[in-house]
C-alpha cells in the first residue's frame, strides 16, 4: 500500500458540535493543518477554529463542485461530515457521493466520512426503524467502504459513526432537552426500557485522530464510537448523584411526547429544512424522529467497546463520569454547576442547527 500518511486535510462540517473538537485534535500539535469549509467565515465557530492555529477558512458551501474542487486541491487528508439536517436525506446522498469522487480524483490519500448507523438495515428493514438523517449516511458509508476495496491502494478510506451527543441531554433545542419540573431535572421521552448510545464529543477529538494517525490499519474500518448503552433511569440517577439535585425519566408515548416537542408548531416540516416538502422521498421532522426514537427503545444499535478500549483507554465509559466531568468544565469556565446549566433560562445550543434555527443556504 503506498503512503497514506496527511499533514493538510480538508474539512467538511467544521465549525459543527463535532467538528470543532475534531479540529482541535488535528492542529493540537501542529501535525497536521486543517482547510475548513464553511459558509460564513465571520461566524462565531469559525473564528473560533481560526484561533486553534494552522486552520485556515473557506468560504463556501458543499453543494457547489467548484468549491469542492477548490477545496480537496492541494490537501492530502478529508474529514467530511455532512449536514443532513441541511440537506435533507436524498440530497445528502448525493453531495457524500460527490465528495467522495472529488477527492478520489483531487488525489486525497485518506478519506474519513462522518457517519451515523444504518438504522433502517439493522432494523431488519422494518421501517418503523427509518431515521433519514441516519440511513443517509448509513447506505453511503457503506458505499464508501465498498468502493475502498478498489480504491484504497490510491486513497485510503474510513468510516466515523458516531451517534446522539450526550451534551445533548444538558443543552437547549435538541430531541432531548430536558425540563426542570418543580425542582426536578426531568427527561420525557419514548424511549421504554431503552437505551441510548450516546457519544462524548470530547472523545471524537481522540478517535478522529486516530484514525488520521493510524491509516494503515483504519483503512477500511467503521470506527462506531459511544460511551456506553444509556438507559435513561441511568442517566437521571447519575444526574442526581453529581450535582445533588432529585432528577427523573419519565417514559413517554409518541403521541404525548410529540404534542410536548411541537406544541402548536406542525410536526411535517421536513427534518431537512432545505428539502423540498413537495417531493415524496422528503421525510418529516415527526416521522424522522419517530424511527430515531424507535430505533434507540428497540437497542437496535450496538458497539464494540473492547475495541473502544483497545484504541481509546481513557474513553468517557458512563453517564455519570460525563457529568461529572461536564460539571467540573462548567465550573472552571465560570458558567456554573451542571444544576445552574441546566435552568431553561441558562441552556445554550450545543447543535449547529440549534443556534442557526434552521437556516443556512445548501
Not at 432528577?247 to 428539502?275: C, H, V
Request: with cysteine; glycine share 10%; aromatic share 12%.
Amino acid at each position: 500500500m503506498a503512503s497514506q500518511q496527511v499533514s493538510k486535510i480538508f474539512v467538511i462540517g467544521g465549525t459543527g458540535a463535532q467538528g470543532i473538537p475534531v479540529i482541535r485534535g488535528l492542529v493540537k500539535d501542529k501535525k497536521y493543518s486543517c482547510r475548513v469549509l464553511t459558509r460564513d467565515t465571520t461566524s462565531k465557530r469559525a473564528q473560533e477554529l481560526l484561533s486553534l492555529g494552522n486552520v485556515e477558512l473557506m468560504e463556501g458551501t458543499f453543494g457547489d463542485e467548484s468549491k469542492l474542487q477548490q477545496g480537496f486541491s492541494g490537501c492530502d487528508g478529508a474529514f467530511v461530515n455532512i449536514d443532513g439536517f441541511n440537506t435533507g436525506e436524498k440530497t445528502e446522498m448525493y453531495w457524500a457521493i460527490r465528495s467522495y469522487e472529488i477527492a478520489l480524483e483531487q488525489g486525497i490519500k485518506f478519506f474519513v466520512y462522518g457517519n451515523l448507523d444504518y438504522a433502517l438495515k439493522k432494523g431488519g428493514y422494518d421501517s418503523k426503524f427509518r431515521t433519514g438523517h441516519y440511513d443517509g449516511k448509513g447506505r453511503i458509508g457503506e458505499w464508501i467502504l465498498f468502493q475502498n476495496q478498489k480504491n484504497k491502494e490510491r486513497m485510503g478510506a474510513a468510516l466515523f459513526t458516531t451517534g446522539p451527543y450526550i451534551e445533548m441531554t444538558i443543552s437547549s433545542m435538541t430531541v432531548m432537552t430536558p425540563t426542570v419540573e418543580d425542582g426536578v431535572v426531568t427527561w420525557r421521552v419514548p424511549l421504554g426500557k431503552g437505551s441510548v448510545v450516546h457519544v462524548a464529543l470530547d472523545d471524537c477529538e481522540y478517535y478522529v485522530r486516530w484514525l488520521f494517525d493510524h491509516p494503515e490499519r483504519a483503512s477500511g474500518l467503521d470506527l462506531e464510537v459511544a460511551i456506553a448503552p444509556i438507559p435513561y433511569v441511568e442517566l437521571a440517577a447519575a444526574f442526581e448523584k453529581v450535582t445533588g439535585h432529585p432528577a427523573q425519566y419519565i417514559d413517554t408515548s409518541l403521541e404525548d411526547y410529540w404534542k410536548i416537542m411541537f406544541r402548536d408548531r406542525a410536526g411535517d416540516i421536513p427534518a431537512g429544512y432545505n428539502a423540498d416538502p413537495k417531493d415524496k422521498s422528503t421525510m418529516s421532522f415527526k416521522d424522522n424522529f419517530t424511527g430515531f426514537w424507535n430505533t434507540w427503545k428497540n437497542d437496535v444499535i450496538k458497539r464494540d467497546y473492547a475495541l473502544l478500549d483497545e484504541i481509546h483507554p481513557d474513553r468517557i465509559k458512563s453517564a455519570e463520569e460525563f457529568l461529572r466531568k461536564e460539571d467540573q468544565k462548567g465550573r472552571e469556565a465560570g458558567k456554573g454547576s451542571l444544576w445552574d446549566r441546566v435552568q431553561k433560562e441558562n441552556q445554550t445550543a450545543i447543535l449547529k442547527i440549534g443556534e442557526d434555527g434552521r437556516k443556512g443556504k445548501l
